[in-house]
């Protein structure tokens, strides 16, 4: 059985920086895709990075140069370092894995539907 975990939220001011971290276990995670996803109060959840198996990356344009996603397979784990936080990024972050080895079309794993396994969520708050 394959299980997320995320780690690494809390409560931060405008300019810091926070490093997110997601674990997967029940199975080695080097052959799928990661991702990042979260969700604003009152908004739908939204995409913000994926890592593919083989290393692409893709960032929501409102992340872009900010957030950096990276992944450790021999860890079996994902990472969101985010840099230069603002109040809009307050939400529920979410780690999800693909179901499927080696999908590699970044955009069409932007999707939350292309997930099969997700996490319980970490939070992170910006304080302005």
């Known amino acids: 059985q394959v299980h997320v975990a995320e780690s690494g939220g809390g409560l931060v001011q405008t300019g810091d920086s926070l490093r997110l971290s997601c674990a997967v276990s029940?199975?080695?995670?080097?052959?799928?895709?990661m991702a990042w996803f979260r969700q604003a109060p009152g908004k739908e959840r939204e995409f913000v990075a994926v890592?593919?198996?083989?290393?692409?990356?893709l960032y929501a344009d409102s992340v872009k140069d900010r957030f950096t996603m990276s992944r450790d397979n021999a860890m079996n784990m994902a990472y969101l370092q985010m840099n230069g936080l603002k109040p809009e990024d307050t939400a529920i972050y979410y780690c999800?894995?693909?179901?499927?080895?080696?999908?590699?079309?970044?955009?069409?794993?932007?999707?939350?539907?292309?997930?099969?396994?997700w996490g319980q969520g970490t939070q992170v708050t910006v304080s302005s």
């Open positions: 999800a894995t693909d179901g499927v080895q080696r999908r590699d079309l970044v955009l069409f794993l932007r999707l939350e539907s292309k997930y099969d396994y």
């Open positions: 029940g199975r080695p995670s080097s052959n799928y895709a």
């Open positions: 890592i593919t198996w083989s290393g692409r990356a």
